[in-house]
């Protein structure tokens, strides 16, 4: 297959462990069992991005205070959801809603969804970048770009999503080369629409593009919904076979 034919030396043999990044679920009151089923000891979570209102709302939400400290409680990090709008939004928007999220929720990081991904907005990112850093010392900052960026962008994030789409494009996707300058533990991948049958196909894509941060669900995006509000189908088993490790 083609996601095949660019691998990384040594990644199907690495000691990284695959792990969870939660992209964004519904509000606590309308997935409740979503929130809860995170807290379950040993569901291998990396972090959960905490989305209140398309950002951090206009005052604390006592729900979403109270489902961010149960798992901050358990040591797993909760990033607070920076829509950068593909770089339309201004800076002074951006890090007012992250001053909300340290404020309001004590977030340990910040997701930059729809991040820009080219060479031209390279600078105002990284300045965002080191201004998060400067308000929060210890944030762990993920770029959303949701597909492989100018290469500059990995010296200035904890980790990029280099894959955010349907699994008809994922199963056939390839891995940028500059990739295997980096560690698995650096790359994420969000993917949809992946049907039971195909996990263990979906793993190994992950495993041999090198990206140990991943979310898989069976849910496809509509026209009021979001892929990423529910829990998949198959939670259960994905969470039993990330567990115990992806076998090659």
């Given at each position: 297959?083609?996601?095949?034919?660019?691998?990384?030396?040594?990644?199907?043999?690495?000691?990284?462990?695959?792990?969870?990044?939660?992209?964004?679920?519904?509000?606590?009151?309308?997935?409740?069992?979503?929130?809860?089923?995170?807290?379950?000891?040993?569901?291998?979570?990396?972090?959960?991005?905490?989305?209140?209102?398309?950002?951090?709302?206009?005052?604390?939400?006592?729900?979403?205070?109270?489902?961010?400290?149960?798992?901050?409680?358990?040591?797993?990090?909760?990033?607070g959801h920076l829509d950068?709008?593909?770089?339309?939004?201004?800076?002074?928007?951006?890090?007012?809603?992250?001053?909300?999220?340290?404020?309001?929720?004590?977030?340990?990081?910040?997701?930059?969804?729809?991040?820009?991904?080219?060479?031209?907005?390279?600078?105002?990112?990284?300045?965002?970048?080191?201004?998060?850093?400067?308000?929060?010392?210890?944030?762990?900052?993920?770029?959303?770009?949701?597909?492989?960026?100018?290469?500059?962008?990995?010296?200035?994030?904890?980790q990029l999503v280099t894959?955010?789409?349907?699994?008809?494009?994922?199963?056939?996707?390839?891995?940028?080369?500059?990739?295997?300058?980096?560690?698995?533990?650096?790359?994420?991948?969000?993917?949809?629409?992946?049907?039971?049958?195909?996990?263990?196909?979906?793993?190994?894509?992950?495993?041999?593009?090198?990206?140990?941060?991943?979310?898989?669900?069976?849910?496809?995006?509509?026209?009021?919904?979001?892929?990423?509000?529910?829990?998949?189908?198959y939670w259960d088993d994905?969470?039993?076979?990330?567990?115990?490790?992806?076998?090659?």
């Open positions: 297959m083609p996601y095949l034919t660019s691998t990384r030396p040594g990644t199907a043999s690495t000691d990284v462990r695959t792990g969870f990044g939660i992209p964004g679920f519904a509000h606590p009151l309308l997935a409740p069992l979503e929130w809860n089923g995170l807290t379950r000891p040993g569901t291998p979570l990396h972090w959960v991005v905490l989305n209140v209102a398309d950002g951090p709302g206009v005052q604390p939400d006592p729900h979403c205070l109270e489902a961010a400290g149960r798992l901050r409680n358990t040591g797993v990090r909760v990033l950068t709008v593909h770089g339309l939004r201004s800076f002074g928007e951006v890090i007012s809603d992250a001053h909300r999220y340290l404020d309001w929720y004590q977030v340990d990081g910040f997701l930059l969804d729809r991040c820009p991904a080219d060479r031209v907005a390279f600078p105002e990112v990284r300045r965002t970048v080191g201004t998060l850093r400067v308000i929060h010392e210890d944030a762990h900052i993920v770029l959303g770009h949701g597909t492989h960026p100018y290469p500059g962008y990995a010296e200035h994030a904890d894959f955010s789409g349907a699994w008809s494009d994922y199963r056939w996707s390839q891995v940028a080369e500059w990739t295997a300058d980096h560690p698995p533990e650096r790359f994420c991948h969000f993917v949809h629409g992946v049907p039971g049958p195909h996990l263990d196909e979906a793993l190994r894509i992950a495993r041999w593009q090198g990206a140990a941060t991943i979310y898989f669900t069976d849910h496809a995006p509509g026209p009021l919904t979001d892929p990423w509000e529910q829990l998949p189908g994905i969470v039993s076979r990330i567990g115990t490790g992806v076998s090659e």
